[in-house]
């Protein structure tokens, strides 16, 4: 009886010892080349974001008619942000930050047609973007104040 439970035992140790084993052989994969990039905004994709993060929270004061703040100063780095592309800094894009800056500052020199003069914004982000970099379209025209 002893010698069947010795041999029962030896063969469980066994088992487990074999399974162990398995368990800390790494399996190592396949060597596997990435050509992954982590993509980076360009400073003025990023000014764009935050231009875009600040008109959707004007838009709400707006519609509930709280106090509209001051002109972001920030937006004036609209003329010197490095662009994702720097051949697009031509005479078309510095008229087209000329005017948006001016439509955007209007919203705050003519509080009492906050709504038409946001729309007129919106209106002239829309103009440069259909002419360059017109993947922001559709969410732009989100902008506009019905």
Do not use: W
Request: aromatic share 8%; glycine share 6%; hydrophobic share 40%.
């Amino acid at each position: 009886m002893k010698k069947i439970l010795g041999l029962a035992f030896a063969v469980v140790l066994l088992g487990c010892r074999n399974g162990q084993e398995d368990k800390k052989t790494p399996v190592v994969p396949a060597k596997q080349t990435s050509h992954f990039q982590m993509y980076e905004m360009s400073e003025m994709a990023s000014l764009m974001e935050q231009m875009f993060a600040y008109n959707t929270q004007l838009k709400e004061r707006i519609l509930k008619g709280e106090p509209l703040g001051s002109y972001p100063a920030a937006f004036d780095k609209l003329h010197t942000a490095v662009l994702t592309e720097a051949s697009d800094r031509d005479a078309f894009f510095n008229d087209q930050a000329l005017q948006f800056i001016a439509a955007q500052k209007m919203i705050y020199s003519d509080s009492l047609n906050a709504e038409v003069r946001f729309n007129e914004m919106v209106g002239q982000c829309l103009e440069c973007h259909s002419k360059k970099c017109g993947g922001p379209v559709p969410r732009i025209k989100k902008l506009l104040i019905p």
